[in-house]
């Protein structure tokens, strides 16, 4: 892991960097370029590639191999991943490759858009869809960028190489088989984060709690739990969750526990609704709480958890069972966003505290239920340390509520680190000075990109700070002007880093 120094630089240290003469390009893709940004990014997003849809995955390789040879660009077929060459000027032989990478898969959806998902919708100088800010956008962005330095640029002394994975959301398995056939470029910038540059990815890691231990319902609480679930993949907090309750004992037990539950506050930003349904001799009460979508590494702050309040809401309300422990531990976790629940005070003057989002609550084979927290781990603790402490939290846990879990999930990650001192940081600020005028710090991400799995690789862009992060969100979208924004950004860093002298060292002060 690189260390991590301040991340105070000051402003003089970017300015003092040459640049390559940028005003035509930037003209140019102004001009020719521009238009075609939200027609492209419309087109790719009706492609549904999440995980499982291979068709959709094929036809949109077929479709960025048409889209890449009709702008000039070689392309290769790499299986998961994609290539898209624009060669050094007068051969690639001998010349270092500068990468690009983005991934053309999605997170799922639920049903609860406001508009189709996968339509490519454009609303209020915004591209509305799954994938427009993660990671489709990027990929047309670097995809013009290139175009308009193939057209209008200096002389190129590195090959700049556009890849683009296929299972980022998934199984993230993309980059590290490509890697097995492949070199990876000499330097590489993933385009699947925050401007100006991150210099510190934290630790993705999953907690799942599974319990088979059935409901017993009690004289004061004569109902089971029928169904619960939960939210919709590990790194989204859950906008949606929903449990329904069984009484073999007529309705009234539960008319009067929906009156005590409409009597209590909800969580701020989300709110309940209740049907009561006869069933032969007794009744069902479902229980539908909605909160809000957000990236649970990203933007966790900017969710609502569906599943926290849920549980909250039904505090005391349910009888001794599985469901009961589990909404009991997902209290405690989500009693904040930080992992005090969790026992993870400790705070970090650079990287701030871990980020937790209780993630899924799902029913399992053989009538169980599985709960799933995402933590965000800073160098404090990460790793089997943080999965020797969440164990001893488990266990604490299940001993006081007489109970018992079977303890799971993943904790092979780990933070990712770059001094930003390095001359490799201080180009990356330089360009994205000149190019919006503006003096952002760099940026410590809860997210986890390709740079974690590619060799020489940063996290550059293309979200600008300021703006809340709407990947992995219901509704996703991306301003159009700041799609144009990080095109130029982009422009600008690659007449830098493909048209200048390579950089030697570029990690290193």
Not at 16 to 32: E, F
Not at 236 to 242: L, S, T, W
Not at 470 to 493: F, K, S
Request: with cysteine.
């Amino acid at each position: 892991m690189r260390m991590l120094l301040s991340l105070m630089i000051p402003s003089l240290l970017w300015a003092a960097q040459p640049a390559q003469p940028t005003r035509p390009v930037h003209d140019h893709y102004d001009r020719r370029l521009a238009p075609r940004m939200v027609p492209l990014l419309s087109e790719v997003i009706r492609f549904p590639t999440v995980a499982g849809n291979a068709k959709a995955w094929a036809d949109q390789k077929t479709w960025i191999q048409k889209l890449a040879k009709g702008l000039g660009f070689e392309v290769r077929d790499a299986g998961k991943v994609m290539e898209v060459d624009l060669p050094a000027t007068g051969g690639r032989d001998g010349a270092p490759v500068l990468g690009l990478l983005v991934h053309g898969d999605v997170q799922p959806v639920d049903d609860h858009w406001s508009i189709p998902p996968f339509s490519g919708t454009v609303k209020d100088g915004r591209v509305l869809g799954r994938g427009a800010a993660d990671d489709k956008g990027p990929m047309i962005q670097a995809l013009l960028a290139m175009k308009a330095l193939k057209e209008a640029g200096p002389t190129r002394a590195s090959t700049i190489r556009l890849l683009v994975g296929s299972d980022e959301e998934s199984t993230n398995t993309d980059i590290t088989d490509y890697l097995k056939a492949n070199r990876p470029p000499d330097l590489s910038l993933v385009l699947d984060s925050a401007f100006p540059v991150v210099v510190g990815e934290k630790a993705w890691n999953a907690l799942t709690l599974e319990t088979q231990r059935p409901t017993a319902p009690t004289a004061d609480r004569p109902w089971t739990v029928a169904a619960l679930e939960a939210g919709l993949a590990t790194s989204i907090v859950p906008d949606r969750a929903v449990i329904r309750l069984a009484s073999a004992a007529g309705k009234d037990p539960l008319v009067a526990l929906r009156k005590r539950l409409e009597r209590r506050p909800l969580d701020p930003g989300c709110r309940a609704a209740f049907s009561l349904t006869p069933e032969g001799a007794g009744a069902s009460l479902t229980i539908t709480v909605q909160g809000k979508a957000a990236h649970g590494g990203v933007n966790l702050e900017g969710g609502r958890n569906a599943l926290v309040a849920l549980a909250r809401l039904l505090d005391g309300e349910l009888p001794p069972g599985g469901a009961d422990d589990l909404l009991a531990f997902a209290r405690q976790a989500g009693g904040d966003l930080y992992g005090t629940g969790l026992g993870l005070t400790e705070p970090d003057p650079l990287w701030g505290r871990c980020a937790v989002n209780v993630a899924t609550l799902k029913p399992e084979a053989g009538g169980g239920l599985k709960l799933t927290l995402n933590i965000r781990a800073t160098p404090k603790r990460y790793g089997p340390a943080l999965e020797a402490h969440l164990r001893q939290v488990v266990s604490a846990f299940a001993a006081a509520r007489k109970t018992a879990f079977s303890f799971g999930g993943f904790f092979g990650d780990t933070p990712l680190a770059f001094d930003p001192q390095s001359r490799l940081v201080k180009r990356l600020m330089a360009d994205y000075e000149r190019a919006t005028g503006r003096v952002d710090q760099p940026a410590i991400s809860g997210g986890g990109t390709y740079a974690k799995r590619m060799p020489h690789a940063i996290a550059f862009g293309m979200w600008f700070p300021g703006r809340p992060y709407p990947g992995h969100d219901v509704d996703e979208q991306v301003p159009i002007e700041d799609l144009h924004r990080g095109a130029h950004v982009l422009i600008e860093t690659l007449a830098d880093l493909a048209c200048g002298e390579p950089l030697k060292e570029p990690f290193r002060p």
